[in-house]
């Protein structure tokens, strides 16, 4: 990747949906030559998927929480069952295995606390996995 990659990488960050010509004379190349650039970064995988980002508070989910999971077993099979509980709760938007205190970091967009409520008792509260859980709710977003 020369510095040119990294330009276009910056700007498509900023905004995907601009068009190709658009991107080229941003960065000083042909059309052709920006297209063909952005397909090898795809093909190689630097460029996974252009996203449309959602604005969750206009849809009515005007609660943000960050939770903490500590698991009791940590071997492969209990992880992926753990794994797909996370990829089908809409509420949780990003979910990390980490290092350090605990296992996992959940992101959660929630329309209010009734639905947190109801999101523990099925989903934390329910599952012998897990030890424990802590919840941050987000006050402020400083960079998205």
Sequence with gaps: M???????????RQDA????????????LSPSSCL???????????????????????????????VE???????HASFVAFQEKVKNEDAIIKAFGITGDSDVVLFLNLTDMDEYQDLCDRFFD??????????????RQIKD
């Design 69 to 75: 999971v500590d698991l009791d077993r940590h071997g």
């Design 2 to 12: 020369d510095k040119i990659d990294h330009k276009i990488i910056g700007i498509l």
């Design 126 to 139: 329910r599952d012998k996995n897990i030890i424990r859980f802590r919840t941050s709710f987000v006050m």
């Design 17 to 28: 949906e601009l068009t190709n010509a658009a991107l080229a004379e941003q960065v000083n």
């Design 36 to 66: 063909r650039r952005v397909q090898k970064l795809k093909q190689q995988g630097i460029i996974r998927k252009m996203i449309c980002v959602i604005d969750d508070k206009a849809l009515g989910r005007n609660l943000q929480a960050i």
